[in-house]
């Protein structure tokens, strides 16, 4: 069973609007939430994360919103430019500093149309 | 600079034939881990070490093992590779305690 859930495999949006990503999770043990970025023949990168004791994470450009009643959690990012075409990944991790991994979603392909 | 390092990048290997791809990182992390990612499936953790000789099994790790006798270094091991361990590969190390893990480049391993 999917415990991360990520809905749209792409998402196409034009360069200067905002990009909503959303991601769900089934597991209520889940307590800290990240996203990470992809780019074609690169590893994962860390893009932002956000704490179950809190609804709203902001850095820059990218927001993350948690609603934990809903077990939903969204990626806005605004303006969104060219280079943030990329899979985006939302994953979830139990308590106690993750020990033992994060729970990935399948990805969702961003593109930026110009 | 900061980096976690996987070689190869690509292999291809024939069913049966032992192989190692190593993994090394040099920002002092206690936890390593190993991931699979194959399409339409995302990243699954395969082992995970918070230490130096400790290690665990994560959600897929049948038909892999690990060793963690330094703490730079994760070696993933199959020792008979088989078609279904066809993905590409990603090596990630964190403080112990944090989330946020820092990825390797991956390695696109081919199983014929």
């Known amino acids: 069973d999917q415990q991360v859930k990520q809905n749209s495999p792409s998402l196409s949006v034009q360069e200067g609007r905002i990009s909503i990503l959303n991601c769900d999770y089934t597991?209520?043990?889940?307590?800290?939430f990240l996203w990470y970025k992809k780019y074609p023949a690169e590893g994962p990168t860390f893009l932002i994360s956000?704490?179950?004791?809190?609804d709203k994470n902001e850095d820059g450009r990218f927001t993350v919103f948690l609603n934990k009643s809903a077990k939903h959690l969204s990626l806005h990012i605004v303006p969104s430019q060219p280079g943030d075409s990329a899979v985006y990944f939302c994953?979830?991790?139990?308590?106690?500093?993750?020990?033992?991994?994060?729970?990935f979603g399948k990805g969702t392909h961003l593109i930026i149309q110009p | 600079e900061a980096q976690v390092t996987q070689n190869p990048r690509y292999l291809i290997t024939v069913t049966g034939k032992k192989l190692t791809v190593t993994c090394s990182q040099n920002?002092?992390?206690?936890?390593m881990s190993w991931y699979r990612q194959d399409p339409g499936l995302g990243l699954r953790q395969i082992y995970y070490?918070?230490?130096?000789?400790?290690?665990d099994k994560g959600d897929v790790p049948e038909g892999y093992k690990v060793s963690r006798k330094e703490k730079r270094n994760f070696p993933l091991i199959l020792e008979s590779p088989s078609p279904n361990q066809t993905s590409l590969y990603f090596c990630?190390?964190?403080?112990?305690?944090?989330?946020?893990?820092?990825f390797g480049p991956g390695t696109r391993l081919t199983v014929t």
């Open positions: 990630a190390s964190s403080v112990l305690g944090s989330y946020e893990q820092y």
């Open positions: 597991n209520s043990m889940f307590d800290y």
């Open positions: 956000i704490s179950s004791i809190k």
């Open positions: 994953a979830a991790s139990r308590a106690g500093g993750g020990a033992d991994g994060l729970t």
């Open positions: 920002m002092n992390h206690e936890y």
């Open positions: 070490s918070m230490n130096v000789e400790v290690t």
